[in-house]
Structure formats: C-alpha cells, structure tokens
DNA sequence: CGCCGCGTTGATGGCAGTCAATTTCAGTGG
DNA sequence: CCACTGAAATTGACTGCCATCAACGCGGCG
C-alpha cells in the first residue's frame, strides 16, 4: 500500500475513531477489506504524483495533505482529522502530498478499484462514498473561505473556530491545537510570527484564552468570527459596513 | 426549480455545451430528466440556505458561486463553465448562493433525490456522478492553490492560466476572460484596483498582451507561473530559494 | 551541558487596500 | 449618427498591515 509504511497490518478498521455521527454504514461494508497503518511523524502516506490506487480514512492522529509551490514555499490544502477521508482524485494520480503530523497516526486503506466495482452492486456504499467525498468539499470550502479573509487575525480567528468544530468532545469552546505554529501558518497562507502574533492579540483582547501553546479556550465566538484586525480592545458596537454589492 | 427562472422548459439538454469529451456517458442517462433554465444576468440559480433539492449543470454561460462575508464583502467560491456540475452539498441546504454572470446563461438542472435513487441501480450513472464530484474538487483544490499565493501579481498569473486551461478551445495561449475585473478580485480575494494594476504590470512585463479588457494572449506561460512580483523586467534566471521545510 | 526545534517579540521595508480622480466603454434614446 | 449616461477600468497618492530579518526564552534530548 503506502509509500514506506511502518507497522501494516490487516485488521477491521472499525470502532476506534471518536469523531462522526453516522459511521456505521460505512464500516459494516468497507472494514473487511481496509489494511490499517501506523505512520511516523512526518511520514508521507501518499505521495505526490504516485499512482492513485487507494483511498484513505484517518483512524487516529492528524495528517496534513500539502504541496511545495515553485517558489519553495509549502501550502497545506487540507488537515486530516479522524473520520476523515482523502486521496480522491479527478485524474489516475494523487495531486497532493499527505504527511502525518504526529507519531502514530494510523490510516486505513481502501483499495480503490476494488471499491469501486463493490459500489457498483451495493448502493449503500455509493451513497457513503458521495457523502464521505461532499464532505471534503465542505472541508475545502471552508478552507476557502478562511483564505479569503483579509487580515490575519481574521484568519487565526476562523481557524479556531473551524478546529473547534470539527474537534468538538462536547462543549465547543475547548481546543486542544492539533498542530504546531508552522503548520498553521502554511494552512492559512501566513508567516509564522504573524500567526503568533495574531494569537497574543486575540489574548490580549479577551477573545480567547491561552493555556500553554496548544490549548485554547474561546471567550467570545462572535467578537472572533469578524474580528477585524483594526478593532479597538473593547469592542463598543458591531460595525456593518454594506458595499453596493457589484454585479458582473 | 429554481428560484425566479425566466424560460424555463423541458427539454433533452443535450448536445449544446462546447467544451468536455466525456460528457457523453451521463447525457444518455441523464437527459430525460433534465430541465433547462434561462437566466438574466445576475440572476439567482440558487440561493444561499435554501432546500438542496436540485443538482445542476451549466449548459452555456458563465456562473458564480459566492457568499458574502460577514464584513459585507463578497466572496467567490467557484466559476462555473459550460459543462460543470453544482449545487453538491454536505448537508440539506446550498452552502452559496450561484449567480449567472452573464445574460442568458442556461442551466440544466435535475432532481436531486430521483438522481439519487436512479443512480442505485445504474453504476454507470453513479460512476459520472462520483467524477463530476471529483471534478469540483479539483477546480476547488486550483482555486485555493491560487489564494495561498503570496503576491497579487502571482494570483492574476495564476487565475489566468486557470482560465486559459479551462477555457482552452484548442490553443491555450488565447483567453476570453468571462467575468469583470471586479469578479475577479473577488475570487482572487484582492481589490479591484490591484487587480487592473497587475494586468498592467503583467502587460508591460511582456508576459502577456491585451486586447481590449477581456481578451488575453499569453506570451511567457512559465514566467506567468512563478512571477514573484518583485521579479525584474528582464527575467534574468529563474531564482530557487528553497526553505527548511518545517515539520510539525 | 550544548544543541535543536518551537514559540514569541522587536524593528523595518514593501506590497496592497483605500480613497479619489479620470478615462474608456457599452448601452440607450433622441 | 451622435449625444448622453452610467458602469467598468485605469491610474495616482497615501496609509497600514504583514513578510522578513533578527534576537531571545523555553523544553526535550543525546
């Protein structure tokens, strides 16, 4: 399967993700035939450019799915979570890069033909794999809108929020960052200093709350939503500056 | 359907969008239940937050697909061309609103659920459907390689290559841009004023030739791919500046 | 202890957003 | 055909955010 695995071993992947609701169509169909991995830090699950053969859940752990534009600088277009799936592609080939972030990040494997040809007599599994992928598209969506924004703070301030959602144990106002300053920074398109100091300016501010570097507590969710860079440390009164609104 | 569709009728939405070459497989499956749309320019195909109930194709024209932010500014999402597929979404309700851009942009439009259930039992339906998702994906993955460019002028550079690729009606080195300046910094997330001044800077750069406003020639598509913006008139030699690629 | 990766803070310059003015263009009606 | 009109596009001046370079504190580990 993967590139230099570590410790492969068949299993049934099932019933060791914490995250996502409605699971249990997919494993019944997809365990018996899922090869589970265990990866090192940094350790490239697919590669770029390699022979798309398989398509991956994350088990447990975190991985970044990331390419290396011409001017040196790396981009991560998506951060993989557990219940997470990836390594979907238009054309034969993996268009991106996908490390695991942290030490004994587990993946299952799909082989994808196989797949396939199974989803072609079993509509439950069509119907999972469209959702499975819809959901990707959420992840990328969201992903775009972060980018959007204009200042960084207004980056930051999405992306926690974003991780809060999508790391939700329960109460939503708790995160445990699940990666460093420069991996943020290379998912939000922002220099690391810049994340860092985005970070301490929230603090300051009162919007979140630091314990250590990794866990944060969310204040005020709104003031984070549109926190707009240029808002004064208490904020007196939502600002809605409407733009005529241009058409074609 | 739709919204406020203008003239809308059944019909067989075959044969008429000018780009593709695989569109053949869904057509023969899709077509019957098909029902074309007419929109105005600016005219809503879907609104944002409203029942997913329809799955669409752009048959001719342009479309965007765009939210406003919650400082009042617009976002593009997604450029629809002749022969792309929208209206997927995650959960029960269109995340964005899609908007035609250009007068009597056409859209065929199918039900979602009877899709859904035809594709149960037609694995060749179900197989188009899965790679026009994938599809979506990709043009979505281009997109945010194009926000996390750095400078403004790499994401003009960027966007009109993407046009050039997509909009490729034989040679590549000729595009028709099919949105206004003002689309554009919207969908590269810069302002329309940066926008005009890269084209310029770009044309005066020799790496590419306008004609009018919306007619593009490429000249130098490899400098196009890289121009760091800073980059001087005469490009004397490509620089690579490799970075220590952190890890977690 | 020394080294290295990680995180933070400071100083500085450049790119781009904003406001503003002007020109070009497309569409309309006389 | 041409004047008129409004949007689209361009250019200029100025300010501010952020990338960059640099230095420093901290914790783990050989």
Redesign the interface.
Known sequence: MATNACSTHVTSANRQHPVGANQQRSLESLGSLAVTTRCH??QEICHQGQAAEYWYRLISGVARRC?V???????I?DLLLPGDFFG???VDEY??AVEA??EGTTVASYPRRRL?TL???D?RL??E???L??????R??A???I????TAVEKVGSFLLEMADRLSDGHTDRVVLP??R??IADYL?ISVETVSRSMTGLKHRGLIVLVGTRRVRIVDRDAL??A?GNAEIPVPLPI????P????
Request: with cysteine; aromatic share 8%.
């Open positions: 830090r940094s390419t534009r011409p001017d040196g600088r790396r981009q277009v979907f592609s238009a268009d991106f972030v942290v396939e989803a072609d007599t509509p069509a119907r794999i469209r959702k992928t819809f959901d990707a598209i959420a990328l969506q992903q775009l809108l980018l959007g924004r204009m990666i460093s420069y991996d398109g939503e549109e707009d809605h500056k409407a733009r609104c241009y058409v074609s």
